[in-house]
């Protein structure tokens, strides 16, 4: 198994402990037809998104998170508003106070 679908597995774990609500991992397009079947086979709902030819994000986790990712329209991520990054931190776990300073900080060099 390659190093990747190892990673994506770790993911999987925590998702079922509940240590996560949703997940984002960044693999070669080669692994996400098989990581996706995986993820059907578990009923875990999922959205993916291509970031190159070769890569592809998938978002995998809680219904409702999936849904709002999904709401942003497919954008590469440093295309997201400052308003729509802060909920993706949030929704993937960081440190919340990092993600307020990241939000103010997205928002003030855009008001500038």
Do not use: W
Request: net charge positive; aromatic share 10%.
């Amino acid at each position: 198994m390659s190093a990747d679908l190892q990673i994506c597995n770790h993911h999987l774990y925590e998702l079922k402990k509940g240590l996560r609500d949703m997940v984002l991992v960044t693999i070669p397009r080669v692994h996400s037809e098989r990581f996706c079947a995986r993820l059907d086979q578990k009923d875990i709902r999922y959205f993916v998104q291509d970031v190159s030819d070769r890569k592809v994000n998938i978002f995998f986790g809680r219904s409702e998170c999936i849904t709002i990712v999904e709401s942003f329209g497919v954008k590469h991520l440093h295309e997201l508003t400052p308003e729509q990054d802060f909920i993706l931190g949030i929704m993937l776990g960081y440190n919340s106070i990092n993600q307020y300073e990241r939000f103010l900080q997205r928002k003030n060099a855009r008001e500038k």
